[in-house]
Nanobody
Framework: QVHLVESGGGLVQPGGSLRLSCTAS????????IGWFRQAPGKEREGVSCISCRGGNTYYPDSVKDRFTISRDNAKNTVYLEMNRLKAEDTAVYYCAAKSTRLFRVFKAADEYDYWGQGTQVTVSS
């Protein structure tokens, strides 16, 4: 059974940084495209970044562009989300998701993903 675990969330002041990790077990991550999504209370789930299975393609919506960076280390079976210049509106539960694919492309929609982690809370507050 596929298993994804997010870590690295926490409380940070506005303008601060966090690095989230998404580690896979029971499968090899290099055959999966990965997406990071977030959901704040009372809001719809939002995609914040995605990366192709070999890391050659990435995508960021305007809300996080130039502040967030996604990367992957397939040897460690881990995908990272580096978040800088954090704002209060970045507060949410962050989820990683995996999609089995042979295509070297990103997948932006949540319903395209096969497996999800349990989420990690990110709170940006002074």
């Amino acid at each position: 059974q596929v298993h994804l675990v997010e870590s690295g969330g926490g409380l940070v002041q506005p303008g601060g940084s966090l690095r989230l990790s998404c580690t896979a077990s029971r499968f090899t991550l290099d055959s999966y495209a990965i997406g990071w999504f977030r959901q704040a209370p009372g809001k719809e789930r939002e995609g914040v970044s995605c990366i192709s299975c070999r890391g050659g393609n990435t995508y960021y919506p305007d809300s996080v562009k130039d502040r967030f960076t996604i990367s992957r280390d397939n040897a460690k079976n881990t995908v990272y989300l580096e978040m800088n210049r954090l704002k209060a509106e970045d507060t949410a539960v962050y989820y990683c998701a995996a999609k089995s694919t042979r295509l070297f492309r990103v997948f932006k929609a949540a319903d395209e993903y096969d497996y999800w982690g349990q989420g990690t809370q990110v709170t940006v507050s002074s």
